[in-house]
């Protein structure tokens, strides 16, 4: 929900932007072709940060511990594949 909102807000700053611009004039010394190259790299770092996950802090690791398959066995409907903890 966010990022859809900060790419409504973005995309609407930068049409807004564009609009009131004034016209480029040909002969002024690269101005405009530096300010379309300008745009494109903070538009690709916005997108790039954007895009990016974010992750919470890892688990809390138990030490020794992990998880596995234990012993199968049937339930009367199928075959039960149970999780089994092992700590060491």
């Known amino acids: ?3 859809k909102t900060v790419s409504v807000l973005l995309v609407t700053t930068s049409l807004s932007l564009a609009t009131f611009a004034p016209p480029a004039h040909a002969g002024d010394g690269g101005a405009v ?4 190259f300008g745009g494109l790299a903070a538009g690709t770092l ?3 940060a954007a895009t990016t996950p974010r ?8 030490v020794g511990c992990y998880w596995t398959h234990g012993q199968p066995y049937w339930d009367g409907y199928g075959w039960v594949y ?3 903890r092992v700590c060491e």
């Open 46 to 48: 916005l997108g790039i």
């Open 1 to 3: 929900m966010l990022r």
């Open 55 to 62: 992750y919470g802090p890892p688990p809390p690791m138990y």
């Open 33 to 36: 072709a530096a300010g379309i």
């Open 82 to 84: 149970p999780r089994v």
